[in-house]
């Protein structure tokens, strides 16, 4: 072989560097845009109107089926999102009277009460707007919706799961149970 010297084998050394990078840079950017991909393809929806799209396919809703579940998710989501925001502001109200100098414990709980109530009430009218939905279909369909509700529930649960650290649970609870 022939003598290389110290400056050629840095150029190498460096030469063989850039290569590398650019290879774990491109793995990099591929890796990430494919689980954009698979994250945009396991989303069924996007918009509103791609959400009514895909319950009218998956249902096989009627044209008339469909006006009348727009106006119940409609009606629905009116009611609720006001019930929300009455939630909001009683927590907002027991977070203001928490973090006074000296609490009033009783409007605490009082407050707390009042969330619970209206949790209750906001259950109540969730399963009444089930019931309403699938009132109007035929036994296939209401099997098909209960499949995507069930799903649904089930995502709500498997995030409870994850993030139970998160929403208050602590492992010298689970040793209790």
């Known amino acids: 072989m022939r003598n290389i010297t110290r400056n050629q084998w840095i150029a190498i050394i460096i030469l063989t560097l850039v ?3 650019a290879i774990l840079i491109t793995s990099m950017i ?9 994250f ?5 929806w996007r918009t509103k109107q791609d959400y009514k ?11 008339e089926q469909f006006e009348f579940f727009k106006t119940e998710r409609e009606n629905h989501f009116k009611q609720m999102d006001c019930m929300q925001s009455e939630m909001d502001s009683l927590r907002k109200l027991i977070r203001i009277e928490a973090f006074k100098p000296d609490p009033n414990k009783d409007l605490i709980i009082h407050l707390s009460d009042s969330i619970a109530a209206r949790q209750a ?4 009218r969730i399963a009444k707007h089930f019931f309403t939905l699938s009132s109007g ?3 296939e369909q209401r ?3 209960e499949n995507l509700i069930m799903k649904k529930g089930d995502r709500h ?11 208050g649970e602590r492992k010298s609870d689970e040793k209790k149970q």
């Open 143 to 145: 099997v098909g919706l």
């Open 137 to 139: 279909l035929t036994p």
């Open 121 to 124: 009430q906001l259950e109540q």
């Open 19 to 21: 290569i590398a990078n």
């Open 157 to 167: 649960v498997r995030y409870q799961e994850r993030h139970r650290h998160r929403i």
């Open 53 to 63: 799209e895909f319950i009218k396919t998956e249902l096989n809703l009627t044209p």
């Open 30 to 38: 591929l890796r990430t845009k494919r689980i954009h991909d698979d």
């Open 40 to 44: 945009k393809s396991r989303k069924e």
